[in-house]
């Protein structure tokens, strides 16, 4: 069983610029969601994607975007980068909508703003 | 924002003790999990335990819930100098947001060999 893996590891970019993370689901899962976690604090939920359809956004600006394809891997852009995105972003995946199923993280991508 | 509090926010004990980690919370759950996070790694699940759920036991770890105190705790036994960790306590309100985790900040377990 494959489990959740994320890409870049690392990514530094400057203010202004665009990004984008990439996250492959782990076997099985239909079921993506993002977080941001700065140093030193817990992941905070940035949104969810259930079979290709956002299913909830958390406290994040628009520049905060996201997609799920067929296979249900997903991509999360962050656009006109600000220095307090610099954290780690961790994707996880769980089955159905996630009543109840524990989230299978990705070790993350460390992304720095300059 | 953070859902709650995680006390104590660092914990330093020498190995085959046990570490006890509490976890506050605000609203009302469906279920509470906890999680281990080693240093610059994803999070890995440990125990999930539903809000109709008073204990749960898996290996050596323990976990309980008061949903009258909205407040957790989890019991590691005979800790290792591999559960060198952060733990993370997150809270899952269910309904329509199912699955959309509000972490504490998580407390900082160092076992000393």
């Known amino acids: 069983e494959t489990g959740v893996t994320q890409s870049p590891t690392h990514l530094i970019k400057t203010r202004g610029q665009q990004v984008t993370l990439r996250c492959s689901s782990q076997s099985g899962h239909n079921t993506v969601s993002w977080y941001q976690q700065a140093l030193g604090q817990g992941p905070q939920f940035i949104f969810q994607?259930?079979?290709?359809?956002?299913?909830g956004r958390g406290n994040f600006p628009p520049r905060f975007s996201g997609l799920q394809f067929p296979n249900y891997s997903s991509e999360l852009n962050v656009n006109a980068l600000e220095l307090d995105d610099s954290a780690l972003y961790l994707c996880?995946?769980?089955?159905?909508?996630?009543?109840?199923?524990?989230?299978?993280f990705g070790d993350g991508t460390r992304l720095s703003i300059l | 924002s953070q859902q709650g509090e995680e006390d104590p926010q660092a914990l330093s004990i020498q190995e085959g003790e046990n570490a006890t980690m509490n976890c506050s919370y605000k609203t009302s759950i469906n279920n509470l999990q906890w999680y281990r996070q080693n240093s610059g790694r994803g999070l890995v699940h440990l125990i999930l335990i539903r809000s109709n759920e008073r204990e749960k036991h898996s290996g050596r770890l323990r976990v309980t819930l008061d949903t009258s105190k909205k407040s957790s705790s989890l019991l590691i036994t005979a800790s290792r100098a591999a559960d060198t960790a952060s733990y993370f306590c997150?809270?899952?309100?269910?309904?329509?947001?199912?699955?959309?985790?509000?972490f504490g900040q998580g407390t900082i377990l160092t076992v000393h060999p």
């Open positions: 994607y259930y079979r290709e359809e956002e299913n």
């Open positions: 996880a995946s769980s089955r159905g909508r996630g009543e109840g199923q524990p989230q299978h």
């Open positions: 997150a809270t899952d309100a269910g309904g329509t947001s199912y699955g959309k985790l509000t």
